[in-house]
């Protein structure tokens, strides 16, 4: 089986940072892309960033600029640096992990559990 775990939500001013951290453990033989979405209550989750395993990075333009993904592929860990908050900021966020676990030949999407984050004005 494999889990993911995600952590670093919290409450911030706006202008304020927060970091995210999405750590995928269990049986895994690799993983592939990494992704952070968000959601707000009656509105459908949005792709907020993605890096590939080979570093290669996509934003949304509603963060670019302010938010940077990255990866720890030794820990098996994705991050996402949130600087410059704003309120519409305010979601909960999930990560998004395409791993292949030690028991399968197969690419499987997994979900972290989601951590809100709220940006005060």
């Known amino acids: 089986q494999v889990q993911l775990v995600a952590s670093g939500g919290g409450l911030v001013q706006a202008g304020g940072p927060l970091r995210l951290s999405c750590a995928a453990s269990g049986s895994i033989f690799s993983i592939r892309t990494m992704r952070w979405y968000r959601q707000v209550p009656g509105k459908q989750r949005e792709l907020v960033a993605q890096?590939?395993?080979?570093?290669?990075?996509n934003y949304a333009d509603s963060v670019k600029d302010r938010f940077t993904i990255s990866r720890d592929n030794a820990k098996n860990t994705g991050y996402l640096q949130m600087n410059s908050l704003k309120p519409e900021d305010t979601a909960i966020y999930y990560c998004n992990v395409n791993v292949m676990p030690a028991y399968s030949t197969i690419w499987r999407n997994y979900w972290g559990q989601g951590t809100q984050v709220t940006v005060s004005s």
């Open positions: 890096i590939t395993s080979g570093g290669s990075t």
